[in-house]
């Protein structure tokens, strides 16, 4: 009997069996039958482990691409990615993660039910990634057990429906409508934005009304987008380091075949790690769905921001370029002052940067669309650095959090808990 | 039975939220089909009867040689999806 108990304690202990029995809660809430219960708890499970993999498959090439840089500039270099700091943080952190989420995912629907804030955040990723974000700030500050959990949840639960009231202004400017909101942690991005746009632009002259290039589009394939960026940097470090340094770190192998390998191996990982994500959250948040559709008539969906590109396609391409250029003098502020470089991610860039472009084209035009992007390109490269302190010895790893809600949010919660 | 993929840049947030409603619609038109979601980067290599992603993904699709795409300018219009699905029935 006391090792049924002891098998059972150990068993839920698991993050990976954690996030199955969410899953597991939600498909028999919704009278799921058996086989898709059974189905879908299996690839949530999975995913989770999956994770893990991709975790394993980049930590080597990021750790290698943090000796070159350190060498080559004298400084530390951080790539800002949601997806390989989740990775690499939930073998530490992933149950507490997992029980944040599930009753954020509870909070979400209560504030929604009760308060006027009837939004649902359908974004299941960024839940994941702030529940993450949420655990390992208030474990760095020493807060365990169930209070981690009720601080934590009501926390990220909170944010679920006070972010995209936050941008409910400007979002309704941009889909012309106020029956969808944006659920994507870069809230603050396209808050920015929208104000700038509208307080500095002329909306006498759309980004739709110029041809632009749209060969660019290739960057949304997100591994292409990544080892692209991953191989221009991680070359510009290795050039810098000098080959006879890189050979050192690489054991020998010539040090261009290194730096090309270990850019693409590095973006390999993020791709497993986009599968894990996928396969966890792809039963989790259809459940969280049909359960708050039930619970909370007339609930305004939260959705992801790429909802946003289609209203207006040569603003993401602008938008993108200009928060991706703020991102390089970034660098060359940080550089030149010696703190930690916050490396220009062409994937951030261009689903923030592009999202905060279509919010300045709303509010500002063309001119809108240019300053207003430009200048959250500019936030989103210095937060990321700020961020760092607060997360104990996870800020230590050559990647962190990127968007700007995880930036302020890290910050104001960490400055709380101290 | 159709199998319909559902694509999006990353494969994590906007097709899966498109794909709640392309099930919606499915379930109210009686359509039967197999609904998937998936990244645009995966989406090369794989077969589908019909593809669904917003108008910028879309013409990516078109690219990469994809027929028979439902087109979205606003993910979540059931009323779009339903027009466009019923073409297929």
Redesign the interface.
């Known amino acids: 009997m006391v090792n049924f108990f002891e098998f059972m304690l150990g068993l839920l202990k698991e993050p990976a069996i954690m996030v199955g029995m969410i899953a597991f809660i939600g498909l028999v809430a919704q009278k799921a039958d058996i086989s898709t219960i059974l189905k879908g708890t299996i690839k949530t499970v999975m995913g989770f482990l999956i994770l893990g993999f991709g975790a394993g498959a980049l930590v080597g090439a990021l750790n290698n691409f943090s000796v070159v840089f350190t060498e080559a500039f004298g400084v530390q270099g951080v790539i800002p990615n949601n997806e390989a700091i989740v990775a690499l943080a939930q073998q530490a952190f992933g149950y507490e993660m997992a029980l944040i989420m599930f009753f954020a995912f509870v909070v979400n629907i209560v504030l929604a039910r009760v308060t006027p804030l009837k939004y649902i955040f359908?974004?299941?990723?960024?839940t994941m990634f702030m529940s993450m974000l949420v655990a390992v700030i208030l474990s760095t500050a020493g807060i365990t057990g169930t209070a981690l959990i009720a601080i934590g949840a009501t926390t990220v639960g909170s944010l679920m429906v006070l972010m995209p009231a936050i941008g409910q202004r400007y979002t309704e400017k941009v889909?012309g409508t106020d029956q969808?909101a944006i659920g994507?942690f870069s809230t603050l991005s396209y808050v920015v934005s929208g104000y700038i746009g509208g307080k500095f632009g002329d909306t006498s002259k759309s980004t739709e009304d110029i041809q632009m290039p749209?060969s660019l589009?290739?960057l949304?394939?997100?591994?292409?987008a990544v080892a692209t960026t991953m191989a221009i940097f991680f070359s510009l470090a290795s050039v810098f380091a000098g080959g006879e340094f890189v050979e050192t770190v690489s054991g020998g192998q010539n040090w261009v075949v290194f730096t090309f390998m270990q850019s693409l191996t590095f973006a390999g990982g993020v791709?497993i790690v986009?599968?894990g994500?996928?396969m966890l959250?792809?039963e989790i948040?259809?459940a969280f769905?049909g359960i708050s559709d039930t619970l909370v008539p007339g609930a305004k969906?939260a959705?992801?921001?790429?909802?946003v590109?289609?209203?207006a396609?040569n603003a993401?391409l602008i938008g993108f370029l200009c928060s991706f250029a703020a991102g390089l003098v970034a660098m060359g502020i940080q550089g030149a002052l010696g703190w930690t470089i916050i490396v220009a991610g062409v994937v951030p860039h261009f689903?923030v940067g592009g999202a905060a472009g279509v919010y300045g084209n709303a509010t500002g035009g063309l001119r809108g669309a240019v300053l207003g992007s430009f200048a959250q390109g500019l936030c989103i490269s210095i937060l990321p650095m700020l961020l760092l302190p607060v997360l104990g010895g996870l800020g230590l790893e050559a990647t962190t959090f990127a968007d700007f809600d995880f930036g302020v949010v890290g910050l104001v919660l960490g400055w709380m808990v101290s | 039975m159709k199998k319909i993929l559902v694509v999006c840049g990353n494969g994590l947030g906007t097709s899966l939220m498109m794909e709640m409603a392309v099930k919606e619609v499915a379930k109210k038109l009686g359509f039967d089909a197999e609904i998937d979601h998936e990244d645009l980067s995966s989406a090369a290599s794989s077969q589908a009867d019909i593809w669904v992603a917003a108008t910028d993904v879309a013409t990516q699709l078109e690219e990469a040689g994809k027929e028979n795409i439902i087109k979205l300018v606003n993910i979540f219009d059931k009323a779009s999806i339903e027009t466009q699905l019923k073409t297929f029935m």
């Open positions: 359908l974004t299941g990723h960024h889909m969808l994507h749209k589009m290739f949304r394939d997100t591994p292409v791709y986009l599968q994500v996928k959250i792809a948040v259809p769905k969906p959705l992801d921001c790429p909802m590109f289609p209203v396609p993401v689903f």
